[in-house]
């Protein structure tokens, strides 16, 4: 297996949100990785380049709080269209990227496709969240820790400073060393850079505990909520269709729950958030997940609590 463990550095406009480019919201200035494998786990080969920024030409105040370059240091670099190339034929062949968090192949992606270069990777494109592992493996699930919290709680030596791609992208590899190759590769994540266009490239993934479902466009919130493939629900351990106990309702504007049950395999909670997309439509993304009745019985509640907030907002509108 190929694992390249990537971290990206980058730069948001330095005037502020109201003058950024929406094309390009995070400029990357620097690119860090190395390869790992769980048969020789010290990582030996590495990529580490500076990006010379064509978009934002200083830097935020807020980027160089955390990183330490400096807008010199990005003088001599090469443009983003080299560097790239440059790193993509340093994956090799079938590279399985491991991140610290969801953010980094987004925003590799966002900018190659301002750069015009097209996306190489497959679809749906299948990643590694070292961190999301990490919370499943020590702790919670759904806590997301940083990167140096993790690296303390593992007791690994801090030998080099954090927040400069290449460490980050070491530290990240030096944490997947207390990790299984079963464990990495049960938990992997989708990156939603591109989604569905058609309903046959809709993508459907079943785990141990829970399955993931990203619709195709819809033109809004209200028709993705009508289609009857989002709206479905199934058990995510036996496949079979789980009748609702509790229909779809919503928990601010963009989340809805449901509980459904599988007479084999007990209570499942559907969640679907709607996203939307660069052109405007939006997406479903739903998870089903099986549940105890004690986690079932807290939906219930959860529904009571939304219905009671929409009684009063209704009873003292003005
Ligand atoms: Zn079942």
Same mark, same amino acid.
């Given at each position: 297996m190929n694992y390249i463990v990537l971290d990206l550095e980058w730069n948001q406009c330095p005037e502020g949100k !109201?003058?950024?480019d929406s094309r390009i919201p995070f400029e990357i200035i620097e690119i860090g990785a190395v390869r790992f494998s769980?048969?020789? =786990?010290? =990582?030996s080969d590495s990529f580490c380049r500076l990006v010379k920024p064509s978009v934002y030409a200083s830097l935020h105040h807020r980027t160089m709080e955390v990183i330490s370059l400096r807008s010199q240091d990005l003088k001599n670099a090469e443009a983003f269209p080299v560097v790239v190339g440059q790193f993509l034929s340093w994956c090799q062949k079938e590279p399985l990227f491991c991140t610290w968090g969801p953010a980094d192949l987004t925003e590799l992606q966002r900018n190659m496709a301002y750069h015009g270069i097209s996306i190489p990777f497959p679809f749906p494109f299948f990643y590694y969240d070292i961190q999301k592992i990490f919370s499943i493996v020590y !702790?919670?699930?759904?806590t997301r820790r940083s990167l140096e919290y993790a690296v303390d709680f593992l007791k690994i030596k801090k030998e080099i400073p954090f927040h400069d791609a290449l460490s980050d992208a070491y530290y990240t590899a030096r944490i997947m060393e207390r990790l299984t190759e079963e464990q990495i590769l049960s938990n992997s994540s989708i990156d939603c850079f591109r989604t569905p266009e058609r309903k046959k490239d809709e993508i459907y993934v079943t785990y141990a505990t829970y399955s993931k479902y990203i619709s195709r466009p819809f033109s809004s919130k209200q028709q993705a909520m009508k289609d009857r493939t989002v709206a479905s629900t199934f058990c995510c351990r036996c496949g079979k269709s789980a009748p609702k106990k509790i229909r779809w309702f919503s928990a601010g504007s963009a989340n809805y729950f449901c509980l459904s049950y599988c007479e084999a395999h007990g209570y499942l909670k559907g969640k679907i958030r709607l996203r939307q997309r660069r052109d405007g439509k939006f997406y479903a993304v739903k998870t089903q997940k099986l549940i105890s009745p004690e986690e079932a019985y807290a939906i219930r509640e959860k529904k009571e609590i939304q219905s009671l907030k929409r009684r009063l907002r209704k009873k003292f509108r003005p």
């Open positions: !109201e003058k950024e769980f048969s020789s =786990p010290a =990582p !702790e919670d699930r759904k």
